[in-house]
């Protein structure tokens, strides 16, 4: 799976939301996509999904797997409320198999998926019926049975508080590590994206938005989260990189002051 956004422009109409982005993504990478509100995060996971397409630019993405759907994971809906968790599933693999296997082997593979993601218990639950945090479960197994070896996640624990927050950024790091998968993964919180990112890139305020800096983490996986959250480094890290993000919001609002201010005389 090879990632490659090549001078990347996307704007509707008489509006710029992405401008010249170029980025490289490795295989097995899990990429930690961070920036303020408005930034331009969220379209270009559309665009790398082909939802939208570049105004100019290139996107190309390698499957190796040769499947053509990518999956995404969104802060929610991305589950049909009016089928069960297993339902949800085996509608993927549908699409996925074509024809391949039987309606119970679609089941076996759909309680395999919701098992992977502590959530075999709970097959035969409607999305309405399950907590924020199952439901995301649910919504990651979902993804899985897609098949892809890209995995999109815009902002996808938001909505979940700490502690069930935690338990599925293990979950989607041992995605990544176990299954090798290659995640993009879209957050706001820096704590977030140090714990799970190989790397970050920070997107500058838009429209448009551009890309400010792509930075290494460097704390070393798997991560001892109390050690490292007590660490120096680990605070300067973190500082740094709201710093960063700061800097940009600063650098706008001072430019729109100066727009503003020009356009009073
Ligand atoms: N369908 C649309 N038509 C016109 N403008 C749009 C459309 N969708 C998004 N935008 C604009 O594109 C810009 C970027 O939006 P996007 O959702 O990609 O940002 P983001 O960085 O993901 O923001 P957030 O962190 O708040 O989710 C915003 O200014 C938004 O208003």
Known sequence: MKIKAINVSFGYKDTEILKDINLEVREGEFLVLMGPSGSGKSTFLRLLADLEKPNSGEIIINNKNGISDIAVVFQDYSLFPWLTAEENIVLALKKRLKGKKSKKELFQLAEQYLTMVQLGHATKKYPGEMSGGM????????????????????????????????QLQE?????????????????HDAEEAIMLADSIVMFSPGPPGKILECIDVPFEKPINRNELFESREFIEFRDDLLQLMNKGIFEKLNQKEAVEDGGGI
Do not use: W, Y
């Open 135 to 166: 439901r995301q479960r649910a919504a990651i197994a979902r993804a899985l049975s897609v098949g892809s070896d890209l995995l999109l996640m815009d902002e996808p624990f938001g909505a979940l508080d700490p502690i069930t927050r935690i």
């Open 171 to 187: 979950l989607v790091l041992q995605i990544n590590q176990d299954q090798k998968k290659t995640i993009i993964f879209v957050t």
